[in-house]
């Protein structure tokens, strides 16, 4: 009985947030504004050498790397307080309202984003796209055979869910077993995912999988299908970055640098707008841009993470600066997305515009991207969240 007791406790108590690592929320929010430049000029130059934010992409593999150390630190010494199912509740309190809301967005702007880009769209009914989102809100990847855009993506709505997908991934893994692991089992862990990458970023093909994506061969580029060189790409991008960032949580590897914040904001968009790394993107010397990502992924982003959390933020306009950025990191980037597939329309109907029009477009949806996300998170992400925890938990603070 008292097992009963005990149990039920530690599925409706709402234990109260841990104190933020401040700085990791604001580079997330770093991270998330070069990936909204990054998108918006990816509509120009697809993927092409001189793209200005060329390695924008490597954001992701940034923030699983945050998200394994946040979810090490909020959660590691938990366990004997909180059930199985009580984090998967917290988890999904914190993710899937903004999940819900930049897929319903991305079903709102859908018909907009109609271009040859977009072959599908225009044989795609309502009820297909609403069908469609209602799939979509339950983060399951939408097969190839059920897309609507001509992309492949697993969700064609809003794009950058993809990776949210893998982060619910993650969550799973760690709940189920990976919280379970001893340092060294961890660690030997790392070194095994760590493996993956290299081959990865060096474009060695063990499993036979990598052939259909020669045009990304020696990027980390992928992740959002579900055909197998997809699936392998998207899972190496989330193991060691999470796995990673998790061990340095738990064996508490910080640094502290003064004005951490900006010496890893600059680090940050230094190395995603870093140019390509080679002779020739479409011959030879291609293995260099492999080795500078693979560098990026092992070694500098779990520095960054380090420095981070080992640094703090007082006072002036640095703190509130950080705290903006961190508000509107997640929003931003699950909801930024339906604004660019507008975008890219728009550029291909009218390509012959003055480059000031297509600028003043580019830097208009930066903007509103920036302005959306602070609105979403103030109007609708807040207090869904906080109503969702008051009808999910018996709250103690």
């Not at 998108?39 to 593999?61: K, M, S």
């Not at 855009?149 to 709940?175: K, M, V």
């Amino acid at each position: 009985m008292q097992r009963y007791f005990d149990t039920m406790t530690k599925n409706s108590t709402y234990l109260a947030s841990k104190p933020r690592y401040e700085i990791l929320d604001g580079l997330r929010g770093v991270a998330a504004m070069l990936v909204v430049a990054y998108h918006l000029f990816e509509t120009y130059y697809h993927g092409a050498p001189d793209q200005p934010i060329n390695h924008g992409y490597l954001a992701v593999d940034f923030f699983f790397v945050l998200s394994g150390f946040v979810i090490g630190y909020a959660y590691d010494d938990r366990w004997d307080r909180m059930s199985t199912l009580n984090f998967f509740k917290r988890r999904l309190i914190r993710l899937h309202p903004m999940v819900i809301f930049g897929t319903l967005f991305g079903a709102i702007l859908f018909y907009y984003g109609d271009c040859p880009d977009f072959p599908l769209i225009k044989e795609t009914s309502p009820w297909l796209v609403m069908l469609v989102m209602l799939w979509c809100f339950t983060m399951i990847p939408l097969p190839n055979t059920m897309d609507i855009r001509g992309w492949a993506e697993t969700n064609p709505l809003n794009g950058p869910a993809w990776s949210l997908q893998w982060e619910y991934i993650a969550n799973i893994l760690y709940a189920l077993f990976v919280r379970k692991f001893s340092k060294l089992a961890l660690g030997i862990s790392v070194i095994i995912f760590a493996a993956l990458t290299v081959m990865l970023c060096l474009n060695i093909d063990l499993f036979g999988f990598l052939e259909a994506r020669n045009w990304a061969s020696y990027t980390v580029v992928g992740g959002w299908s579900t055909t197998p060189d997809q699936l392998q790409v998207g899972l190496t991008r989330l193991l060691y970055p999470f796995f990673c960032g998790l061990l340095l949580s738990r064996m508490q590897w910080l640094i502290k640098v003064r004005g951490g914040f900006w010496w890893c904001s600059l680090l940050v968009v230094v190395l995603l707008c870093m140019p390509w790394m080679g002779q020739d993107v479409m011959g030879e010397g291609r293995w260099t841009n492999g080795l500078y990502e693979m560098l990026c992924i092992l070694i500098a982003f779990p520095l960054i993470v380090s420095i981070g959390a080992g640094s703090s933020v007082i006072g002036g306009k640095s703190e509130a600066i950080n705290k903006f950025l961190g508000e509107i990191s997640y929003p931003i980037y699950i909801t930024h997305y339906p604004l660019i597939y507008m975008q890219m329309s728009w550029a291909r109907s009218h390509a012959e515009a003055p480059l000031a029009q297509h600028i003043f477009v580019a830097v208009s949806i930066f903007i509103l991207s920036i302005a959306f996300a602070y609105g979403a998170f103030r109007l609708y992400d807040l207090p869904v969240r906080e109503w969702l925890k008051h009808k999910l938990f018996t709250t103690n603070d």
